[in-house]
């Protein structure tokens, strides 16, 4: 085989390796909202539990020192704070299912600083850790359960 043939041959293979996966990760499908459309970039959204009898929405959790945390109302109320979705990759319009994200509360903080979500250092005593307000923001994902219309929310590990 020539030189020229086996570049030909390895970047062709490259252009469909890249090609096979542009095209599987747009076949993710969208996360919807509970009206069933999906979740749009920049919009506000209200984080609600699938089972409503055992707590409220995702709020600020104020522990009286900076940062604050993320957490849940004891009991659903009207004026909890929206949150809203940036996708990692700017081609997405839409927040998919298992593409990474970063999330935010639309909110301000007595702590003068960002509201996006951020996993905090583990806490010594308890292995814990906490999402915190503030800081530049990890990447989450949200995959499907079993459930259709109820998902989770994960932390993405991984460097994006």
């Given at each position: 085989?020539?030189?020229?043939?086996?570049?030909t041959s390895l970047s062709l293979m490259?252009?469909?390796?890249?090609?096979?996966?542009?095209i599987a990760q747009s076949d993710n499908?969208?996360?919807?909202?509970?009206?069933?459309?999906?979740?749009?970039?920049?919009?506000?959204?209200?984080?609600?539990?699938?089972?409503?009898?055992?707590?409220?929405?995702?709020?600020?959790?104020?522990?009286?020192?900076?940062?604050?945390?993320?957490?849940?109302?004891?009991?659903?109320?009207?004026?909890?704070?929206?949150?809203?979705?940036?996708?990692?990759?700017?081609?997405?319009?839409?927040?998919?299912?298992?593409?990474?994200?970063?999330?935010?509360?639309?909110?301000?903080t007595l702590c003068l600083q960002g509201?996006?979500?951020?996993?905090?250092?583990?806490?010594?005593?308890?292995?814990?850790?906490?999402?915190?307000?503030?800081?530049?923001?990890?990447?989450?994902?949200?995959?499907?359960?079993?459930?259709?219309?109820?998902?989770?929310?994960?932390?993405?590990?991984?460097?994006?």
């Amino acid at each position: 085989m020539s030189t020229k043939l086996i570049e030909t041959s390895l970047s062709l293979m490259v252009w469909l390796v890249i090609a096979t996966s542009a095209i599987a990760q747009s076949d993710n499908p969208p996360v919807l909202d509970t009206e069933g459309h999906p979740l749009e970039p920049g919009r506000d959204y209200y984080i609600t539990p699938a089972v409503t009898d055992i707590g409220g929405r995702a709020t600020i959790v104020d522990n009286g020192t900076c940062p604050l945390f993320v957490g849940q109302e004891n009991t659903f109320v009207e004026e909890s704070f929206a949150v809203f979705f940036t996708p990692f990759a700017k081609e997405d319009d839409v927040v998919k299912v298992n593409r990474d994200f970063q999330v935010a509360f639309s909110a301000a903080t007595l702590c003068l600083q960002g509201t996006g979500w951020t996993l905090g250092e583990r806490d010594t005593e308890s292995g814990r850790r906490l999402i915190v307000v503030g800081g530049v923001g990890s990447y989450f994902r949200i995959s499907e359960t079993q459930v259709k219309g109820v998902y989770n929310i994960g932390w993405c590990p991984i460097d994006v």
